[in-house]
């Protein structure tokens, strides 16, 4: 199986790529990235791509699973217009270059509570993304929608502050349906999903049984 990664340098990406990269049943993977990862590997295909300008590498998005899980958060990407154009322009124009492409299968790491018709930015922009990948004719897509993160070593204040909080009320039986996920967990269900051609949202609940 050859796998392709959008977003490998990512808390949920880095997680997947070595995963990948030790399954005897991968054979190869082509991450698409701004910048060289950290992994080393004879399995491993670098492709240091200009987001803005798909025309570039569109035609080399080519495989038999394409997993996403670019993301950014508007503190860092400096505004609304610039985590949009992160989180849904690069991850759709990906997504259609691949389905353009015939890669039959689309894993894609979504969020928690995402709703087209959402008031708020950040639910609505990864509702959207899910309803316009849905229309590209993909053989299989499996949509994640994990709740708040738990990374390793964050610098991000919000996270250091959120998860510990999340973690008490769930210690004393509250808010359990939100409880904070190991970015490990994610990636080993986006693999399970891909082995298993399983289609479907998964909101947290079902990412936590996806075995």
């Known amino acids: 199986m050859k796998a392709i990664i959008l977003g490998a340098t990512g808390a949920v990406g880095r997680d997947l790529t070595q995963l990948l990269l030790e399954d005897s049943e991968i054979e190869q993977v082509d991450v698409f990235v701004r910048r060289e990862p950290v992994f080393a590997s004879d399995k491993l295909k670098v492709h240091i791509v200009d987001f803005n300008h798909p025309e570039q590498w569109s035609n080399t998005v080519k495989g038999d699973v394409l997993f ?15 985590q949009y154009k992160v989180d849904y322009t690069y991850q759709y124009n990906f997504a259609k270059a691949a389905a353009d492409n015939g890669v039959p299968a689309y894993v894609l790491v979504s969020s928690a509570m995402a709703d087209s018709k959402s008031r708020f930015f950040y639910t609505r922009m990864k509702g959207e993304l899910e309803d316009a990948v849905s229309k590209l004719g993909f053989s299989q897509l499996s949509i994640l929608r994990p709740p708040s993160l738990i990374r390793k070593n964050t610098t991000k204040t919000i996270e250091k502050i959120s998860v510990p909080v999340i973690q008490f009320f769930n210690k004393i039986g509250l808010f359990r349906s939100i409880k904070p996920m190991k970015t490990e967990v994610v990636a080993h269900a986006m693999l399970n999903l891909a082995r298993q051609h399983r289609s479907g949202v998964f909101d947290p609940q079902d990412i936590w049984n996806i075995k």
């Open 68 to 82: 996403s899980c670019m993301g950014t958060n508007r503190a860092a990407a400096g505004s609304k217009e610039n």
